[in-house]
């Protein structure tokens, strides 16, 4: 699997992650994201983290951050597939509470 | 009596593709330990953040083209203690006290959360900061495993 797919889905924009979350791979997946977030007609950004084995407070940075763009647009962010220490660290960080984003 | 069963010392230079070196390395190195899990990934998220926070904060005044490096030394201990030490000589922090705060953070507001050091706090047994501005930053952390038989009940 590749480290980061993104695809759409009606009016979902879906990025689907396949490697560990760090601050080096945080770049390249935000990057990959940006470039797709700002197309006509996204109600959701879907962030699929069911196959990331890893995940340090960069993937909270970047959460935050697609949260911030994605609300200038009124689009939702939704993290799904959350395991394990991933949980853990999400729920620690109380990114819930910004108010378009969603934790499945 | 603590006596110290294996040991390892690293420099690596301070780039973000070595955030994940440092995982591998680390688990490798306590592999004999035969930590479970849980303990592996608290110990690889651990290290995760204060190898991230020498490479994007420690170095940022240094001139391009120059880079820093990161010093990683581990202690395996006979009572399943493990202890590591991550410093650098950067540029150190300021105020240790504010920067152990949740949610703080000098870096890019909207990219950075400020948890390095609750998530260090959070996932190991003890952590103890030091710096001196100018000088750099030693981040040494504690983690007790479980004894293997505890690890598979």
């Given at each position: 699997?590749?480290?980061?797919?993104?695809?759409?889905?009606?009016?979902?924009?879906?990025?689907?992650?396949?490697?560990?979350?760090?601050?080096?791979?945080?770049?390249?997946?935000?990057?990959?994201?940006?470039?797709?977030?700002?197309?006509?007609?996204?109600?959701?950004?879907?962030?699929?983290?069911?196959?990331?084995?890893?995940?340090?407070?960069?993937?909270?940075?970047?959460?935050?951050?697609?949260?911030?763009?994605?609300?200038?647009?009124?689009?939702?962010?939704?993290?799904?597939?959350?395991?394990?220490?991933?949980?853990?660290?999400?729920?620690?960080?109380?990114?819930?509470?910004?108010?378009?984003?969603?934790?499945? | 009596?603590?006596?110290?069963?294996?040991?390892?010392?690293?420099?690596?230079?301070?780039?973000?593709?070595?955030?994940?070196?440092?995982?591998?390395?680390?688990?490798?190195?306590?592999?004999?330990?035969?930590?479970?899990?849980?303990?592996?990934?608290?110990?690889?998220?651990?290290?995760?953040?204060?190898?991230?926070?020498?490479?994007?904060?420690?170095?940022r005044d240094i001139p391009s083209g120059e880079c820093g490096n990161i010093y990683i030394s581990v202690r395996l201990?006979?009572?399943?203690?493990?202890?590591?030490?991550?410093?650098?000589?950067?540029?150190?922090?300021?105020?240790?006290?504010?920067?152990?705060?949740?949610?703080?953070?000098?870096?890019?507001?909207t990219e950075r959360c400020g948890m390095g050091f609750l998530v260090m706090e959070s996932f190991t047994d003890a952590?103890?900061?030091?710096?001196?501005?100018?000088?750099?930053?030693t981040v040494l952390m504690r983690k007790f495993l479980k004894s293997s038989a505890e690890g598979e009940k």
């Open positions: 699997m590749k480290d980061c797919e993104i695809k759409r889905e009606g009016d979902a924009l879906v990025a689907m992650v396949g490697c560990e979350i760090d601050h080096h791979t945080a770049r390249v997946i935000r990057e990959m994201i940006d470039g797709k977030l700002a197309d006509q007609g996204i109600a959701c950004l879907r962030l699929d983290f069911s196959a990331v084995t890893f995940m340090d407070s960069s993937g909270i940075g970047l959460i935050i951050g697609r949260a911030a763009k994605a609300e200038k647009n009124g689009t939702v962010v939704e993290v799904t597939g959350l395991k394990g220490s991933l949980r853990r660290l999400v729920r620690m960080s109380g990114i819930e509470k910004i108010p378009n984003v969603r934790i499945k | 009596m603590r006596t110290i069963i294996n040991e390892m010392k690293l420099r690596l230079p301070a780039i973000s593709v070595n955030e994940s070196v440092c995982r591998s390395v680390i688990s490798a190195f306590l592999a004999e330990l035969d930590p479970t899990v849980e303990e592996l990934g608290d110990v690889r998220l651990a290290v995760s953040e204060a190898v991230t926070n020498c490479i994007v904060h420690a170095y201990y006979n009572t399943r203690e493990v202890s590591i030490e991550i410093s650098d000589n950067g540029c150190g922090i300021e105020n240790v006290e504010e920067a152990m705060k949740p949610m703080f953070t000098t870096g890019d507001g952590l103890n900061v030091k710096s001196k501005r100018g000088k750099g930053t």
